[in-house]
């Protein structure tokens, strides 16, 4: 089985654009998880969506927004981009049954300059 | 509100020896406990996880413990290989929502 593949694996962008990360999960996994990783909070959780629906989020603003297609795939959008969005992306998928057995992508790297 | 709590941001073990990671949680609703692994450049894996109603979960040389009245969760590795040098993190999912401490630095020394 593929594993999950994000892209791009790197960007840079400057302060006020927008940004689209995308992810695949693995073939079979409907759960799709996304989460920010930076040096000093660690990994925190943005959103997961189920069946294209978001079915919880974490403590981001509106600026952070997904999406998710019916094959499973998922977008992140992040709108009028700040320096401190300079993160590590990482996207994950789970089966329904074995959620907490989370596979996580490689991650996009987002420079904001 | 920082509701997983790993306190030693890095951790040197002698390769052979016991290493024990250390995980501390505020919400005691929390329905389970995990923990992944995590190399430089790749993504999280999964290591082992522990349902909420027991107290111990081993797999092979990683085994966890949770003490409930202590609000306390440990990982222990033996014996510890090179291999092992990563970062660790703690877990918590409650209601399909994972909450990620900030890690544990694990070096594994010669």
């Known amino acids: 089985k593929a594993g999950v593949t994000q892209t791009p694996r790197y960007l840079i962008k400057t302060r006020g654009q927008q940004v689209t990360l995308s992810c695949s999960p693995i073939s079979g996994h409907r759960s799709v998880s996304w989460y920010q990783q930076t040096p000093g909070q660690g990994l925190q959780f943005l959103f997961e969506y189920f069946s294209e629906t978001q079915r919880n989020k974490g403590n981001f603003p509106g600026r952070f927004s997904g999406r998710q297609f019916s094959n499973s795939r998922s977008e992140m959008n992040v709108s009028t981009l700040e320096l401190g969005d300079s993160a590590l992306y990482l996207c994950?998928?789970?089966?329904?049954?074995?959620?907490?057995?989370?596979?996580f992508g490689p991650g996009t790297r987002l420079t904001v300059l | 509100d920082q509701q997983v709590k790993q306190n030693s941001p890095s951790l040197s073990v002698q390769e052979g020896r016991i290493s024990i990671l250390n995980c501390d949680y505020t919400?005691?609703?929390?329905?389970?406990f995990l923990w992944y692994k995590k190399y430089p450049a790749e993504g999280p894996t999964f290591l082992i996880s522990?349902?909420?109603?027991?107290d111990k979960n081993e797999d092979g040389r990683f085994t966890v413990f949770l003490n409930k009245s202590a609000k306390h969760l440990s990982l222990h590795i033996v014996p510890s290989q090179p291999g092992d040098s990563a970062v660790y993190f703690c877990?918590?999912?409650?209601?399909?929502?994972?909450?990620f401490g900030k890690g544990t630095r694990l070096h594994i020394l010669p």
């Open positions: 919400n005691s609703m929390f329905d389970y």
């Open positions: 522990i349902s909420s109603i027991k």
């Open positions: 994950a998928s789970s089966s329904y049954r074995s959620y907490n057995e989370q596979f």
């Open positions: 877990a918590t999912n409650r209601d399909d929502k994972i909450i």
